[in-house]
């Protein structure tokens, strides 16, 4: 029998990409998502991607007796934990709604997964929790020290797992934290459908190529880096499904214990860099603005990558001409996202 993995977020952009991956490695995804952020559709994608359509149950993951219902459905081998709010500047306007769908939701999916006995357990953390560590390249013993409110659910959370893992035997947990996820399945299929005008770079350059929006504003050109963009590391959100997959298989194979993990590509690139290569991706041209610096903002930084390549054996395999040839694909065959 295929190990069922439950997925809270699955109808998400990362959590649509992971059951993709998943189901290619022999799992079977079981999607818990309130759609407050994503539509079916993405699951109904997934399901032609690889002829399996992921059960699912509509429910909140702070739901404590929808958690109840689901581990009494079966056996669950594994939990990986998506669900969540991720707009950082949204979360400093409406910090106690973070709090509730990020920290309570975590909560609340742990005891319930106490009460069922089922101690596998994959979070996803973000590279946020860092903060403004004042050098670029970010190693997992880093102290953390977020400054936003989104990047204190994350830290919390990731304490409150340290705490669980450290109070009971059998936990296997992973905090993996994700640096700036990108790009679409090669399918063109499934990919990143933001609501409303993006935040982040990736989507707001789609938007603009396909004539959606009419200019992207570069935030700062006079930051401390080679051109003067900001410079982040962009991971294929396929790379980075494939590694929530290494990551579940070295948990299931390895004695129970918690595991922190970058998952990055280990290499910065700058706004100006990426612009470029999705203009020789698309061959549409991306017209821009140098404006002010974004509040909140940092120069520089990527991922030290080389505990994952170390524990997992896992490394990214797609560059930044592949990440802008899918996320174009993507929105070139979706215009308007899974709406229309
Ligand atoms: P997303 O918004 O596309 O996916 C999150 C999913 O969770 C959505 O389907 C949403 O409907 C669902 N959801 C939200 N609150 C819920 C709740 N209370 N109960 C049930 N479902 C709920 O976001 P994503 O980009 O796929 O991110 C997935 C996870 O990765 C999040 O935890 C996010 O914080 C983390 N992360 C994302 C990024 C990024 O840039 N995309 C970077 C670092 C970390
Ligand atoms: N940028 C622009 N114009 C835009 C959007 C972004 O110039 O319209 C620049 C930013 O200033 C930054 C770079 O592009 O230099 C990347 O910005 P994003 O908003 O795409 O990503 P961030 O690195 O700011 O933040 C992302 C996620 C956070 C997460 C963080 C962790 O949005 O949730 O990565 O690494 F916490």
Redesign the pocket.
Known sequence: MQPVVLI??????????ACVALIESGYLPLV???????SVE?LRRVARITGVQPQLVE?????ASALDSVFRSGPIHAVM??????AVGESTVQPLRYY???LA?TLALAKAMQRAGVRNLV??????VYGEPGIEQLHEDLRCDPVNP?GRT?WMIEQMLADLAASEPGWRIARL??????GAHASGLIG???RGVPN?LMPYVSQVAVGRLDRLRVFGGDWPTPDGTGVRDYIH?MDLADGHVATLRHLLATPPQLLTLNLGTGRGTSVLEMIRAFERASGRAVPYDVVDRRPGDIAACWADATRAAHVLGWRTQRGIDDLCRDAWRWQQANPRGYGG
């Open positions: 809270t977020g699955g109808a998400g952009y990362v959590g649509s990409h818990l998502d309130n759609f407050s952020n994503s993405s429910a909140d993951v702070r739901d934990h998506f669900a969540g709010l991720k509730a769908h990020n939701g979070f996803s953390s973000s590279a946020t989104y994350k934290r994700y640096f700036n996820p990108v990143e459908d933001p982040n959100v």
